[in-house]
């Protein structure tokens, strides 16, 4: 009767490195054959919730000047109100549901690839979709590609919860989602002003 055994382990120094490299690469291999098909299916669930963010940008902004093109004389103010209530909402749903949803969110991003944060995509995604459309639909002089980027990322960590990620894995979901909102913010801004959307290019390469 034949008996299995386990193969024997490395036993000079040089052996245990190169059967810790072997290991490391098999599992690298393995690793990319299921993050690569959800990369791409998060990166087309991305770029669909940047073009629905979009449109409702465009549909707040045409809201608001349909209220100042009203036929009073103080139809102007009824603009800046807007504009002030939905900053002001905004303001409280940052506060008090997603405090890392505040400014652009690329910070917080880094933050949780070096492993200080963590990114509750649960909070972050509505209050950042919500609050970017109410800030910047309301006139704010905001970009839209911090939060494209960081509403990919959240869908990234979305990604991880769904698929069972590990954690190397869902870092680098994280960070697909994250390209694919900078990618498809980058569009954004470059459809309505082609020259504002080429500086912005610039700048992100320039601090990068």
């Known amino acids: 009767m034949a008996f299995v055994t386990d193969p024997p382990k490395p036993s000079t120094p040089d052996a245990r490195r190169a059967d810790r490299e072997i290991r490391s690469y098999l599992t690298m291999r393995t ?18 919730v940047a073009v629905a963010f979009r449109w409702c940008l465009e549909a707040s902004a045409e809201f608001r000047y349909g209220l100042a093109d009203q036929p009073t004389p103080w139809s102007w103010l009824l603009g800046i109100f807007w504009g002030a209530a939905g900053a002001a909402l905004a303001v409280f749903l940052v506060r008090r549901f997603a405090p890392e949803a505040v400014g652009s969110g690329i910070p917080h991003l880094k933050a949780v690839f070096y492993r200080l944060r963590t990114l509750e995509w649960g909070r972050v995604l509505p209050v950042k979709f919500v609050g970017g459309v109410l800030a910047i639909g309301g006139g704010l002089a905001l970009g839209r590609e911090g939060p494209t980027i960081q509403m ?15 954690p190397g894995e869902r870092l680098a979901l994280i960070a697909a989602g994250s390209g694919a909102g900078l990618a498809a913010g980058d569009q954004l801004t ?19």
């Open 152 to 166: 990919g990322g959240a869908l990234g960590a979305a990604f991880a919860r769904f698929f069972s990620s590990n």
């Open 31 to 48: 690793q990319r054959r299921r993050v690569y098909p959800r990369a791409a299916l998060l990166g087309v669930v991305t770029g669909a």
């Open 190 to 208: 470059a459809l309505i002003s082609p020259g504002a959307g080429g500086a912005v290019r610039q700048l992100q390469e320039g601090v990068g």
